[in-house]
């Protein structure tokens, strides 16, 4: 298994739409930074405008420590609900926040939900990337509407990487290049007794945290290529 991997962190209140807390990126965020950087592992951090004005340290943390901002709407409202204009303050609101820290060419809708109307909006705010869909959702096989944007799909949701290792790696160990996996700060809370879906609470806390690690270990010990997701912009136009 010789790959590009992507870990991609999507910066959000607690489990949306179910809680509304802030306890992830109280408690879980620092240790999710300091577990990529005890791994020397890049990511991509998806991060709502909201999120980063309340957590400024956050983003200067991210910023001195390589990691690459990417934009996840200004208030986590699910596009697919929002009409034009609408969706239009979403991103101008987010766009402004996030590009006073850092350049941001990289997009990701909350819940993985980006109507294709929506797409122009993000060429005209001079967005390149977009990781709005998943392998696993049947939106990702209708087809697409033309577009500039390099569109890169997440590989798994993120509760896979939770389960016991015999039944994850060797689904991790099949997914196609480029591998996009992505996680929140509030799966590394422990929400067990949490009144939300079962699959988000099962194995978060210290639990989701030695998991990850022993995903990057898996794909470390394998020779695979931990990246932004900027670096997809660098490849051939026919590349994935």
């Excluded at 991509?44 to 980063?52: C, I, K, L, W």
């Amino acid at each position: 298994m010789s790959a590009r991997v992507f870990l991609t962190i999507d910066a959000e209140p607690d489990c949306p739409p179910y809680l509304d807390g802030w306890r992830g990126m109280d408690e879980g965020a620092p240790r999710l930074l300091d577990l990529l950087a005890e791994r020397g592992v890049p990511a991509t951090v998806f991060t709502t405008g909201e999120t980063a004005r309340r957590y400024p340290g956050f983003v200067a943390r991210l910023v001195e420590e390589g990691h690459e901002i990417g934009c996840h709407g200004m208030t986590h409202r699910s596009f697919r609900r929002l009409d034009a204009g609408e969706a239009e303050e979403e991103i101008r609101a987010s766009s402004q926040v996030l590009r006073e820290a850092a350049e941001v060419v990289s997009f990701r809708a909350p819940y993985l939900q980006l109507p294709e109307r929506h797409l122009p909006l993000l060429e005209a705010y001079g967005y390149r990337l977009d990781s709005s869909r998943g392998r696993y959702k049947p939106a990702h096989w209708r087809p697409a509407e033309p577009s500039t944007l390099r569109r890169v799909p997440a590989s798994m949701t993120s509760s896979w990487l939770r389960v016991s290792p015999w039944l994850r790696d060797p689904i991790l160990r099949a997914l196609p290049d480029p591998v996009v996996l992505f996680v929140h700060p509030w799966e590394f809370v422990d929400l067990r007794d949490a009144d939300i879906p079962w699959d988000c609470r099962l194995g978060t806390g210290a639990h989701a945290l030695r998991s990850l690690a022993s995903v990057l270990e898996l794909y470390q010990a394998s020779g695979a290529r931990f990246a932004r997701m900027r670096a997809l912009l660098e490849s051939p136009p026919g590349a994935p």
